[in-house]
């Protein structure tokens, strides 16, 4: 690791402290016990006039991405002038890295941060070191300040502390000899996450980036409804509160302190009226391209914030939506997996210590793959490679063709399919009576692809390939379901908290039905199709139902699924794909992609 220089020593001790903000009475008692510059930034310029151009460099969604995603992950869609779209290959943080610092160059006010889920579902390479690679390779990148997303949550907030403050792993130790993990350089904000028993921040609720008179302040909060979309364990003991309340009161709190340049870091975006990251997000008028929990949020955090960093729904837009005062204000995201980054002017007035929102510019950058590759992160990335080969290049398994997932084209994916099919065999070696399986549609995190992504050969499925799509250690559950409890999961598909953006379980071989798009809420899905192998669905029945731990706990709001009678549990869901992929497949029959046909989808 990069020897630390005086300023990011500095920045390593505010860290600590902010980390510890749980610990003070009062936020201002923080701020007073840092050290002199300990929010100090690391970029230098001259002093100018009454006016200073600030550079800000974000990105989200990360997710552990250190090599470039494989297929349709890794990449993004570009409009032409020509009315045409094209995809480019992008992502990789030996490509973000250099998009970064030729970003910064002539820009002697640069601060860059985060919108959380830095790390969580992490591809192998990350994932099996506990991701301490990607906080890593998130030091040398310079990366000033992030806010918490759900995924930070995986491991639960004792692993969450270990990650900002540093230290080996409980269980799995160091994993290089001689070398301890330092932790991150940067502070993780968590304004909006409290201790059920203190009720105080878990982490820093705010940072402020310092340089030349110039002082903007970030806070950082994630979804409140991040216990629902992150097993039990990952957030027990604590409290999730409304993103709205919690910015407006450290907003207060800054300004109070004589920070008035105030930027939002927020895990919860929104969906865009085009998959393009180049679109017109304000075209036919400000924020008229963006829907989902992000525009009421927007619009509802006090005036007192100058522009807000988003990320969560992995889309990429650059937007206005008026504040509360009806004043324009800059909203962004960038896609995820480091396959953009944004890059946001913002000009404060020394005068006023505010930002001058009508000078506010923004847009999204791709991290094309064909700009040279920062040599420092191809060292790491190499380094850890070592560490992981003798684990990640065993074969599994082998398929015919790309077989998508998280870049499928339609909410049933083949690679949701495939698992559920996967999970469905396990289970009937546990249970014989076991009827059907179910997958949720945020645990399948990549695709899988026909061509090779080493020396392994064209389609051949690896350890790390098949780590990639299943990272979360999930065990495969089963339980008693009756049949009218099937019927409402299906159902809590698409109403209740997924009515405005619907999870579509991916179900096994045999289960099939009609999802009717043009109604709404529960009547979506039409009960009369539901079919189990060829026959109908018996409300008053019992099922043997397969799925994984998250959705038993009843994750992603499918209540529902968390009421099952006589539980089993199986091994991690990682095993059960492997061994399915391995026991159906070989080089000269390998596994077909499903045809994905098991729901009827009426637009």
């Not at 990650?163 to 940067?186: L, R, S, V």
């Not at 083949?414 to 996967?422: E, K, M, R, S």
């Amino acid at each position: 690791m990069t020897p630390l220089t005086p300023h990011r020593t500095r920045r390593r001790a505010a860290s600590r402290i902010l980390a510890a903000a749980a610990g003070f009475a009062t936020v201002g008692a923080l701020v007073a016990a840092l050290p002199a510059n300990a929010t100090q930034d690391r970029h230098h310029g001259g002093k100018g006039g009454r006016t200073v151009d600030v550079q800000l460099l974000s990105f989200n969604d990360f997710h552990g991405n250190l090599e470039p995603p494989a297929g349709s992950s890794g990449q993004v869609t570009e409009n032409l002038p020509d009315g045409t779209t094209r995809k480019v290959d992008a992502g990789g943080v030996e490509y973000l890295a250099t998009s970064l610092r030729t970003a910064r160059k002539s820009h002697p006010y640069s601060v860059t941060a985060a919108a959380g889920d830095l790390i969580g579902a992490s591809p192998l390479l990350s994932g099996l070191f506990h991701d301490e690679p990607t906080v890593e390779a998130m030091n040398k990148l310079d990366l000033d300040v992030t806010s918490v997303g759900n995924h930070e949550f995986d491991e639960g907030a004792t692993e969450l502390a270990r990650m900002q403050n540093g230290g080996c792993h409980p269980k799995d130790g160091c994993f290089e000899d001689g070398k301890k993990f330092k932790g991150a350089d940067y502070p993780y904000l968590a304004a909006n996450v409290t201790n059920e028993k203190t009720g105080k921040p878990i982490l820093a609720p705010y940072w402020v980036w310092k340089h030349n008179g110039v002082e903007i302040g970030f806070i950082g909060v994630t979804l409140e409804g991040t216990p629902d979309i992150v097993s039990a364990d990952g957030v027990k003991g604590l409290k999730f509160h409304d993103e709205i309340e919690t910015v407006n009161k450290y907003a207060k709190i800054l300004d109070k302190q004589g920070v008035k340049s105030i930027v939002t870091l927020i895990h919860e975006g929104g969906v865009p009226a085009s998959g393009s990251y180049n679109y017109d997000c304000d075209s036919p008028s400000g924020g008229a391209g963006i829907s989902g929990p992000i525009v009421d949020i927007a619009k509802g955090i006090s005036p007192k914030v100058d522009a807000l960093v988003t990320g969560h729904t992995h889309n990429a837009y650059v937007c206005t939506i008026p504040d509360p005062s009806g004043k324009p204000r800059m909203v962004t995201s960038a896609s995820s997996y480091g396959k953009l980054y944004t890059d946001t002017t913002l000009t404060y007035d020394r005068r006023t210590k505010d930002i001058v929102r009508t000078s506010v510019k923004s847009a999204n950058h791709v991290v094309s793959r064909t700009q040279p590759k920062a040599a420092d992160m191809t060292a790491l990335i190499g380094r850890w490679n070592k560490l992981a080969a003798p684990v990640a290049n065993q074969p599994v398994g082998y398929i015919s063709a790309d077989i998508p997932g998280r870049g499928a084209a339609s909410p049933e994916e083949p690679l949701g399919d495939l698992i559920a099919d996967a999970q469905l065999a396990h289970a009937k070696t546990l249970d014989p009576k076991t009827s059907l399986a179910l997958m949720n549609p945020g645990g399948v995190r990549s695709d899988l692809v026909y061509k090779a992504s080493g020396s392994e050969g064209d389609g051949v499925v690896t350890y790390g390939e098949g780590f990639t799509v299943q990272p979360f250690s999930n065990t495969v559950n089963l339980a008693d379901l009756t049949g009218a409890q099937v019927i409402t999961a299906l159902q809590q598909q698409v109403s209740g908290s997924n009515e405005a953006s619907p999870k579509i379980l991916q179900p096994s071989a045999g289960l099939t039905y009609t999802l009717d798009m043009t109604k709404t809420g529960a009547a979506r899905v039409v009960v009369d199709s539901i079919r189990l192998n060829g026959a109908a669905i018996d409300p008053a029945a019992t099922y043997r139902v397969a799925m994984n731990s998250f959705l038993a706990g009843g994750g992603d709001g499918f209540a529902a699924l968390g009421q099952g009678k006589n539980p089993l549990v199986g091994s991690d869901d990682l095993k059960a794909f492997n061994d399915y992929l391995t026991a159906n497949s070989s080089a000269t029959s390998p596994i077909a992609p499903p045809k994905a046909d098991r729901i009827t989808i009426v637009k």
